[in-house]
């Protein structure tokens, strides 16, 4: 049992962040427990590309994380089963302080990187660092996430210090972000890049081999610090497009599906597999959310009357029903996941810009802020992956409703990441972080560009910024809802983003796997440490 002395006020703070992030805080009914099988590959597709680089720090997509996660450990880890709770990692305990400004950790003993080397608090400490404080060379895409943390201090082999400058209602789920992988101290030391090229950690699995366009591979790390664990001899991560990943699935090719299903392929997978599968989600949304990163550093998109009518011309209502065939990713939300404690009612979303009922009338006031802004024929260019044409034709068909233009570029996916990256679009397809639904996660991809590689609107709003901490240090119910929805309408007007849909994930597993069910996040259960093949090697 993991130690936390913490004040009523700290206390209330963790319980609160609970009951934020899910609405599944009932217990559930008890599951038989189920004697894991050691033995056996696990084999599953990963539909999103390939990966761009090798450095969990330097990326925020599961193209990456999916194939190097098992490699890695982290100080703690969100916990599937407790969502949205933290269990340990390479944390055996820890505690916060009454005031919420220092967290310590005390680590599992004996714990060795796959290359025989024992890890200390000083790897954990240099990788941390590294997260919130690059050095010159080396991109985080998280170092906002941190910027509550003081210093990080390893006053011995064994313990780690965050102090913090401030009080963070999420900070245990940000220190167990799935990104934060540790890495060898030595190592950095030699080259602070080198986890871009080399994979070498504490996780489960060896890194074996890669494949470009074929395939990860990685197996058992006998060394590995939880007893018993990991189940699997190894895994193999596919290399496949998405059609072909759905394929594979009712072929019995590969043991579960990354990306959601739609209806059809629902219907297509149990006529083939029949009880050789259970079919599980489609009951809430995930964290999940796709938009549109408005370019705000380009005229006229730098006016936010200007971005404000290209989201107000998009019909959400009638969109969901229209997505709903073609992708998981189809249901209607604002900022803040659909049924979760901090979103709007229908009504209530109704009321903010682009959300309104009456399509007619706010393409009349969409046309009417173009006109304002003294914009006409305006063509855009919108950059999309191609894994998503459909919300090209989607986007295209909206605005041309109020006499907008659109380029429709779908590019691979390392041409999308690169295009989006250095600003090259006027609209871009985009989400938050969906590793978890708190809005201190969701929405540090809107804080300030100048520091902030993942906010790629590039806007620079300081208001937006007062608002974003105002939220995280709310610490009761009612005021971070009214916090938070300070910042969300705040957002929506200034259109920074426009809102799409969000995932309402299906999967289908096989019966073989042990250890897989249900899960709010497709960021969970990265590492496969926890997961078995009831027919273990046979």
Same mark, same amino acid.
């Given at each position: 049992m993991n130690t936390r002395r913490c004040s009523n006020l700290v206390r209330t703070r963790l319980l609160l962040c609970a009951a934020l992030l899910s609405a599944a805080s009932t217990a559930q009914a008890q599951k038989p427990v189920e004697t894991p099988v050691r033995g056996g590959t696990l084999v599953f597709p990963v539909h999103v590309g390939e990966p761009g680089s090798f450095d969990c720090h330097g990326t925020t997509s599961p193209r990456e994380m999916w194939r190097i996660a098992p490699h890695y450990s982290a100080l703690l880890q969100i916990d599937a089963d407790r969502y949205p709770q933290v269990k340990g990692d390479l944390a055996e305990s820890w505690k916060v302080s009454p005031d919420g400004l220092t967290y310590e950790f005390k680590l599992r003993p004996n714990v060795k990187f796959h290359d025989g080397t024992s890890l200390t608090s000083n790897d954990v400490k240099v990788s941390y660092e590294r997260l919130r404080n690059p050095p010159p060379g080396v991109i985080s895409m998280h170092k906002v996430m941190f910027e509550d943390v003081k210093s990080i201090e390893a006053p011995d082999e064994s313990t780690v210090v965050f102090r913090m400058s401030g009080p963070n209602s999420a900070m245990l789920q940000l220190i167990g972000m799935p990104f934060a992988c540790v890495y060898s101290a030595k190592l950095l030391a030699e080259d602070t890049s080198y986890p871009s090229k080399k994979v070498m950690g504490t996780g489960p699995f060896r890194f074996t081999r890669y494949s470009p366009g074929q395939e990860w591979v990685g197996e058992r790390f006998d060394g590995y610090f939880k007893p018993g664990q990991p189940y699997l001899d190894g895994f193999r991560a596919l290399s496949i497009v998405g059609t072909a990943a759905t394929n594979a699935v009712i072929a019995g090719q590969v043991a579960f599906n990354m990306r959601g299903l739609t209806p059809s392929e629902i219907d297509r997978v149990k006529a083939a597999r029949g009880d050789k599968v259970k079919i599980v989600g489609r009951q809430t949304a995930t964290g999940v959310h796709t938009w549109?990163?408005?370019?705000?550093?380009?005229?006229?998109?730098?006016?936010?009357?200007?971005?404000?009518?290209?989201?107000? #011309?998009?019909?959400?209502? @009638?969109?969901? +029903?229209?997505?709903?065939?073609?992708?998981?990713?189809?249901?209607?939300?604002? &900022? /803040?996941?659909?049924?979760?404690?901090? $979103?709007?009612?229908?009504k209530e979303l109704e009321k903010l810009p682009g959300f309104g009922r009456d399509i007619n009338a706010a393409r009349v006031e969409a046309r009417r802020l173009l006109a304002e802004a003294g914009v006409t024929?305006? +063509?855009?260019?919108?950059?999309?992956?191609?894994?998503?044409?459909? /919300?090209?034709?989607?986007? &295209?068909?909206?605005? *041309?409703? %109020?006499?907008?233009?659109?380029?429709?570029? %779908?590019? $691979?996916?390392?041409? !999308?990441? #690169?295009? *989006?990256? =250095?600003?090259?679009?006027?609209l871009a397809l985009a989400n938050p972080l969906e590793y978890m639904d708190d809005p201190t996660v969701q929405m540090s991809s809107l804080l300030p560009f100048k520091d902030n590689p993942s906010n790629y609107t590039r806007s620079n709003d300081s208001r937006l910024a007062a608002l974003f901490v105002a939220q995280k240090r709310a610490l009761d119910l009612p005021t971070r809802r009214q916090r938070a929805q300070e910042l969300e309408?705040?957002?929506?007007?200034?259109?920074?983003? %426009?809102?799409?849909?969000?995932?309402?994930? $299906? *999967? =289908? %597993?096989?019966?073989?796997?042990?250890?897989?069910?249900?899960?709010?996040?497709? !960021?969970? +259960?990265?590492?496969? $440490?926890?997961?078995? @093949?009831?027919?273990g090697g046979k």
């Amino acid at each position: 049992m993991n130690t936390r002395r913490c004040s009523n006020l700290v206390r209330t703070r963790l319980l609160l962040c609970a009951a934020l992030l899910s609405a599944a805080s009932t217990a559930q009914a008890q599951k038989p427990v189920e004697t894991p099988v050691r033995g056996g590959t696990l084999v599953f597709p990963v539909h999103v590309g390939e990966p761009g680089s090798f450095d969990c720090h330097g990326t925020t997509s599961p193209r990456e994380m999916w194939r190097i996660a098992p490699h890695y450990s982290a100080l703690l880890q969100i916990d599937a089963d407790r969502y949205p709770q933290v269990k340990g990692d390479l944390a055996e305990s820890w505690k916060v302080s009454p005031d919420g400004l220092t967290y310590e950790f005390k680590l599992r003993p004996n714990v060795k990187f796959h290359d025989g080397t024992s890890l200390t608090s000083n790897d954990v400490k240099v990788s941390y660092e590294r997260l919130r404080n690059p050095p010159p060379g080396v991109i985080s895409m998280h170092k906002v996430m941190f910027e509550d943390v003081k210093s990080i201090e390893a006053p011995d082999e064994s313990t780690v210090v965050f102090r913090m400058s401030g009080p963070n209602s999420a900070m245990l789920q940000l220190i167990g972000m799935p990104f934060a992988c540790v890495y060898s101290a030595k190592l950095l030391a030699e080259d602070t890049s080198y986890p871009s090229k080399k994979v070498m950690g504490t996780g489960p699995f060896r890194f074996t081999r890669y494949s470009p366009g074929q395939e990860w591979v990685g197996e058992r790390f006998d060394g590995y610090f939880k007893p018993g664990q990991p189940y699997l001899d190894g895994f193999r991560a596919l290399s496949i497009v998405g059609t072909a990943a759905t394929n594979a699935v009712i072929a019995g090719q590969v043991a579960f599906n990354m990306r959601g299903l739609t209806p059809s392929e629902i219907d297509r997978v149990k006529a083939a597999r029949g009880d050789k599968v259970k079919i599980v989600g489609r009951q809430t949304a995930t964290g999940v959310h796709t938009w549109l990163a408005v370019n705000s550093a380009r005229a006229p998109l730098n006016d936010a009357r200007v971005r404000r009518a290209l989201t107000l #011309a998009l019909d959400r209502w @009638m969109g969901t +029903k229209a997505m709903e065939p073609l992708t998981s990713i189809h249901l209607m939300g604002g &900022l /803040y996941r659909p049924g979760s404690p901090l $979103a709007r009612s229908p009504k209530e979303l109704e009321k903010l810009p682009g959300f309104g009922r009456d399509i007619n009338a706010a393409r009349v006031e969409a046309r009417r802020l173009l006109a304002e802004a003294g914009v006409t024929n305006l +063509k855009l260019v919108f950059v999309n992956s191609d894994p998503y044409p459909f /919300y090209g034709v989607y986007v &295209l068909d909206q605005l *041309r409703q %109020i006499g907008v233009t659109v380029e429709h570029h %779908i590019v $691979a996916p390392p041409t !999308f990441v #690169a295009r *989006r990256a =250095a600003g090259d679009f006027d609209l871009a397809l985009a989400n938050p972080l969906e590793y978890m639904d708190d809005p201190t996660v969701q929405m540090s991809s809107l804080l300030p560009f100048k520091d902030n590689p993942s906010n790629y609107t590039r806007s620079n709003d300081s208001r937006l910024a007062a608002l974003f901490v105002a939220q995280k240090r709310a610490l009761d119910l009612p005021t971070r809802r009214q916090r938070a929805q300070e910042l969300e309408e705040y957002v929506l007007n200034q259109s920074y983003v %426009i809102p799409l849909f969000w995932q309402n994930w $299906a *999967r =289908a %597993i096989s019966s073989d796997v042990g250890g897989l069910d249900d899960m709010p996040s497709n !960021f969970l +259960k990265l590492d496969l $440490a926890d997961l078995w @093949m009831r027919t273990g090697g046979k």
